[in-house]
């Protein structure tokens, strides 16, 4: 080997190994960091344009899945007002059943009517109270609600709306006067006995809706947690591989350094001989 104070061959080869581990260092550091063995395209074009596919996919079901919490709300909503009043009308069938007793005097029907009219007051007040989001399935404001099912828009879940202030559907005499006779009393009770029939076949509607909502839900979720799970293998970093890696070249770059120092003083060296 020729000594030459002119250039250094060895410090340059030492250099290049310090800068090629030192390089591999920061790659190994900034997957650790970040958690990601893919965070950009130039770390594997292939790959994270696959991930960004997915994770567009899981934004999208994030969105349908927003909207079908949304319309569970509403139809949850309508259930709990609808059952409340049927509560409320097996309450009124037993005033109007005691109405139909035709001994009764004068102050006790008025005071059967009264009752009678403060609960048909409470069915109004739960119709109007089954309100979120604008929406009511009980007032007769929405007939249908549409609730997107899937990420390309191409299915719906339809959800039937009702309109329990129509006369046709709570066929009943809220203000009660209809209990002013026994035979008026016993036609109201016909009417409540309607009006729990199509309460009754409206609400399974409901309930069935809210079921179809929540299958569909429970699918888009295990749909996700199988894209996050695919997402991660695709760009996750193996955090334990990374580790013993960042330590390994730790060493080999304190080492590069210590290369890198002895050949520069090399030149040195032969100074020492014209000494």
Request: no cysteine.
């Amino acid at each position: 080997m020729v000594n030459n104070v002119s250039t250094n061959p060895g410090a340059l080869v030492a250099l290049q190994n310090l800068n090629r581990i030192t390089g591999q260092l920061e790659d190994v550091q900034r997957r650790v960091s970040t958690g990601k063995q893919v965070s950009s395209a130039k770390d594997n074009p292939a790959l994270y344009a696959l991930a960004q596919k997915q994770r567009a996919q899981l934004g999208s079901i994030e969105s349908v899945q927003q909207g079908l919490r949304i319309g569970s709300s509403a139809v949850d909503v309508a259930i709990a007002a609808g059952e409340g009043i049927s509560d409320i009308l097996v309450q009124m069938r037993t005033i109007a059943s005691q109405a139909s007793d035709p001994s009764l005097g004068a102050s006790e029907r008025a005071l059967l009517q009264d009752q009678y009219a403060s609960l048909g007051d409470q069915i109004n007040r739960m119709v109007d109270s089954a309100t979120i989001g604008g929406r009511n399935l009980l007032d007769g404001t929405t007939l249908s609600m549409s609730v997107n099912a899937s990420t390309d828009g191409s299915s719906t879940i339809d959800i039937p709306g009702y309109n329990l202030t129509d006369a046709s559907v709570l066929t009943i005499d809220r203000t009660g006067g209809d209990l002013a006779t026994s035979g008026g009393a016993a036609t109201e009770i016909a009417d409540i006995d309607t009006t729990i029939d199509n309460l009754t076949n409206s609400l399974a509607a409901l309930g069935a809706g809210s079921q179809a909502l929540d299958l569909q839900g429970n699918l888009l979720s295990r749909i996700a947690d199988s894209l996050e799970v695919s997402i991660g293998n695709l760009v996750d970093a193996d955090l334990a591989r990374e580790s013993s890696r960042l330590q390994a070249l730790q060493v080999q770059q304190q080492l590069a350094i210590q290369t890198l120092s002895i050949a520069n003083a090399a030149p040195n060296a032969i100074l020492a001989l014209f000494a």
